[in-house]
């Protein structure tokens, strides 16, 4: 479904709708509308706007050719839209270009090209006529599944439906609108790109969000396990020792660490094995690259009685031997992968080939924030748990939200969970750190957001690593669970949107933040949570001394102790 904003006015709203997948953004003129635009400001939305696929269309009423193709001359106009009477003569001129013709009842011109130009249809009874074309008039998120239901087309074109006042667009209104529309989608990212195979699995899922995850009793059963069994709520613990030495006055860590497992990714995958209980679901199929996520998996289904199957690259079976050997003593089978470079990737393939053939019996517990919709919808409500807490403990401690959060970011689970409940706060910074390895060059780090591109992988359209050929790129971080070449979709978006920043923690930065928090505080933190501390130390000298800061300490790091001194990364001396 095409999406057309109409009536935009200002740059930094064009830039945020067209980071969010937007398809056309109508610009007024000559209209005597509120809605009107002058040149030099056409001119900042256009210059804007280029470096999205999203296509500039001038909307003219009424206009003469002539005028027409002086503004365009001025703004090289993507598409041109024509209402009224004088423009049906003038049609001829713009043969060259995408013409949106404005249908008024009478026959269309015979130079309309049904390969590139469109109609629209506003206040008249939509034809058949062979041409793609938009509906337009009075569409706003409550009628529009109704009006596509109805006639079917090819785009819808909206523009008071968006507003808050007569002319003036609200990018929340257009946020939910979009969600109607693509439901699947964050913004521009997202989707189900899977084999057709798994779109009924993917369907079932999506029916027991609803029908049982979001149910009062599921949500009162699930919200018990994380208090009894995890161990939540978790501790907000402020950190002033560490504070101190980096130079500033107050920063707090949510304590993830402190659940049961050591980790946030309990909280997602208790929350998955519960509900493929309800689902009927005997048993769970996971992947994991470290262990971690299998190791929460295979702890989930012992205590709910499930069956338990972890793929494992070949590589990280040998590499993760104390965690492939918790996931047996757990009872969960742990099946080692050869294919490709035997690392998570492959892993991946492997579940999801699985999955394809079990689906009646099965469920994918899908350790992250990513892959096809509704997977990163399912661990994103998972994790919001630790954005809730956090929230409420900080302004019980501070008496105030933090200026500032931040989380590490390998799928984006940790980081999804902690951001939630803060988005709609713009003043609050919210900040992802992604692995930077060893450095800048593509294959020794995990920086999607600095040198990943647009891509699809396992199931969903979000920032992927790549090579020069489009295949994908190796990655490396010290720590294991930022070592993967794409991000959430979620992610994605609020990058594209500028909602949060993202950034790298390198290696050795990361190291240096490991010993740093365990010497001034007796934590050990992960050494993923340590590139959220790391960033932190970075630019602390650059932030208000006392400046507000939230790190969400993502889990513990006696996990990761063997693996640094066997590499001689840390030195344990005193
Ligand atoms: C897996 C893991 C991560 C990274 O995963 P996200 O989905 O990005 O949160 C971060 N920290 C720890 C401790 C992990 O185990």
Same mark, same amino acid.
């Given at each position: 479904m095409l999406v057309k904003i109409c009536g935009i /006015?200002?740059?930094?709203? #064009? /830039?945020?709708?067209?980071?969010?997948?937007?398809?056309?953004?109508?610009?007024?003129?000559?209209?005597?509308?509120?809605?009107?635009?002058?040149?030099?400001?056409?001119?900042?939305?256009?210059?804007?706007?280029?470096?999205?696929?999203?296509?500039?269309?001038?909307?003219?009423?009424?206009?003469?050719?002539?005028?027409?193709?002086?503004?365009?001359?001025?703004?090289?106009?993507?598409?041109?839209?024509? !209402?009224?009477?004088?423009?049906?003569?003038g049609v001829s001129n713009f043969t060259h270009k995408p013409i949106i013709y404005v249908a008024d009842g009478k026959p269309l011109p015979e130079c309309l090209d049904v390969a590139k130009d469109f109609i629209l249809y506003e206040k008249i009874e939509p034809e058949e006529t062979g041409f793609r074309w938009f509906l337009a008039g009075g569409l706003d998120k409550d009628n529009v599944s109704g009006l596509i239901d109805k006639y079917a087309p090819t785009g819808v074109?909206?523009?008071?439906?968006?507003?808050?006042?007569?002319?003036?667009?609200?990018?929340?209104?257009?946020?939910?609108?979009?969600? $109607?529309?693509r439901p699947t989608y964050y913004g521009a990212y997202g989707g189900m790109y899977v084999p057709e195979l798994l779109i009924e699995p993917l369907k079932d899922l999506i029916d027991a969000v609803k029908t049982i995850m979001h149910s009062p009793e599921f949500q009162a059963e699930y919200l018990n396990l994380l208090k009894n069994f995890v161990g939540r709520p978790t501790a907000l613990t402020e950190v002033k020792n560490f504070a101190k030495a980096i130079g500033l006055t107050s920063v707090h860590l949510k304590r993830e660490d402190l659940t049961h497992t050591g980790a946030h990714k309990i909280n997602n995958a208790l929350g998955q094995c519960l509900l493929a209980k309800k689902m009927g679901k005997p048993r769970i199929i996971a992947e994991t690259g470290a262990g971690q996520h299998g190791v929460a998996t295979a702890t989930a289904c012992a205590m709910l009685g499930l069956e338990c199957v972890v793929y494992m690259g070949q590589v990280d079976v040998e590499r993760q031997a104390p965690n492939v050997a918790k996931m047996r003593l757990l009872g969960a089978k742990v099946v080692a992968v050869t294919d490709g470079s035997a690392t998570l990737k492959d892993a991946v393939n492997e579940a999801l080939r699985d999955w394809?053939?079990?689906?009646?019996?099965? !469920?994918?517990?899908l350790g992250t924030a990513l892959g096809p919709y509704p997977f990163p919808q399912i661990c994103a409500e998972f994790q919001a748990v630790i954005g809730r807490e956090a929230k409420a403990q900080y302004n019980e401690q501070v008496g105030s939200d933090p200026d500032m959060v931040i989380a590490? $970011?390998?799928?984006?689970?940790?980081?999804?969970?902690?951001?939630?409940?803060?988005i709609p706060d713009e003043k609050i910074?919210?900040?992802?750190?992604?692995?930077?390895?060893?450095?800048?060059?593509?294959?020794?780090?995990?920086?999607?957001?600095?040198?990943?591109?647009?891509?699809?992988? !396992?199931?969903? /359209?979000?920032?992927?690593?790549?090579?020069?050929?489009?295949?994908?790129?190796?990655?490396?971080?010290?720590?294991?669970?930022?070592?993967?070449?794409?991000?959430?979709?979620?992610?994605?978006?609020?990058?594209?949107?500028?909602?949060?920043?993202?950034?790298?923690?390198?290696?050795?930065? #990361?190291?240096? #933040?490991?010993?740093l928090l365990t010497r001034t505080e007796g934590i050990i933190p992960a050494l993923e949570s340590s590139h959220a501390l790391a960033y932190l130390m970075k630019v602390a000298k650059d932030l208000p001394k006392d400046c507000k800061v939230l790190v969400n300490l993502s889990g513990r790091g006696d996990k990761d102790l063997p693996g640094l001194l066997a590499r001689e990364l840390v030195h344990v001396t005193n």
């Open positions: /006015r200002e740059p930094e709203m #064009a /830039r945020k709708v067209a980071a969010s997948g937007v398809d056309f953004i109508g610009l007024l003129f000559t209209s005597h509308s509120p809605r009107q635009i002058d040149i030099a400001t056409a001119k900042e939305i256009t210059a804007v706007v280029k470096d999205y696929p999203t296509k500039v269309v001038g909307v003219f009423f009424d206009e003469t050719p002539e005028k027409i193709a002086e503004i365009d001359k001025e703004l090289n106009l993507d598409v041109i839209q024509l !209402h009224g009477d004088l423009p049906r003569s074109d909206l523009s008071s439906g968006v507003e808050i006042s007569r002319g003036v667009k609200d990018f929340a209104k257009i946020r939910e609108f979009l969600a $109607v529309i394809a053939a079990s689906y009646e019996t099965t !469920h994918y517990c590490c $970011v390998g799928g984006g689970s940790n980081a999804i969970g902690v951001f939630q409940e803060f910074k919210l900040v992802g750190v992604e692995a930077g390895g060893y450095g800048v060059k593509v294959g020794e780090n995990a920086a999607r957001f600095q040198s990943g591109k647009l891509g699809v992988l !396992h199931g969903n /359209r979000t920032y992927v690593l790549q090579t020069e050929d489009g295949q994908i790129a190796d990655t490396h971080s010290v720590s294991a669970g930022l070592d993967y070449a794409a991000v959430g979709p979620q992610h994605a978006d609020l990058y594209a949107t500028g909602r949060a920043h993202y950034d790298v923690a390198t290696d050795d930065e #990361a190291l240096i #933040a490991f010993q």
